[in-house]
């Protein structure tokens, strides 16, 4: 069982950036695929980005791509998200997501566990 707790969303203006972590306890995260998912209202959530296990394999939604960049420290089982020149199309509530598969993947049922998410608002 993994437990994930989403921080760092907030209110920004166009063009900033924000830095979004998911801790994980109940069990390292060190073998799990980590992903990002973001939910705006009246909308269905949508895959925002995945890291490998090892770091070494990243996959992006394509709104996103050259925007925002994943990361992960499994010694602080730590996962991050980097939201960078956001957009008021980026408010959304944001995501963290554990899977046991195998390569970082954009399907939502290929995860295991959820976090409850955290708010990004971005002011235009």
């Known amino acids: 069982q993994v437990h994930l707790v989403e921080s760092g969303g907030g209110l920004v203006q166009a063009g900033e950036s924000l830095r979004l972590s998911c801790a994980a306890t109940?069990?390292?995260?060190?073998?799990?695929?980590m992903g990002w998912f973001r939910q705006a209202p009246g909308k269905e959530r949508e895959f925002v980005a995945a890291i490998s296990w090892s770091g070494d394999s990243t996959d992006y939604g394509d709104s996103v791509k050259g925007r925002f960049a994943v990361s992960r420290d499994n010694a602080k089982n730590t996962v991050y998200l980097q939201l960078n020149s956001l957009k008021s199309e980026d408010t959304a509530v944001y995501y963290c997501?554990?899977?046991?598969?195998?390569?970082?993947?954009?399907?939502?049922?290929?995860?295991?566990?959820w976090g409850q998410g955290t708010q990004v608002t971005v002011s235009s």
């Open positions: 997501a554990a899977s046991l598969g195998t390569s970082p993947h954009y399907k939502e049922h290929k995860y295991d566990y």
């Open positions: 109940g069990r390292t995260m060190v073998t799990y695929i």
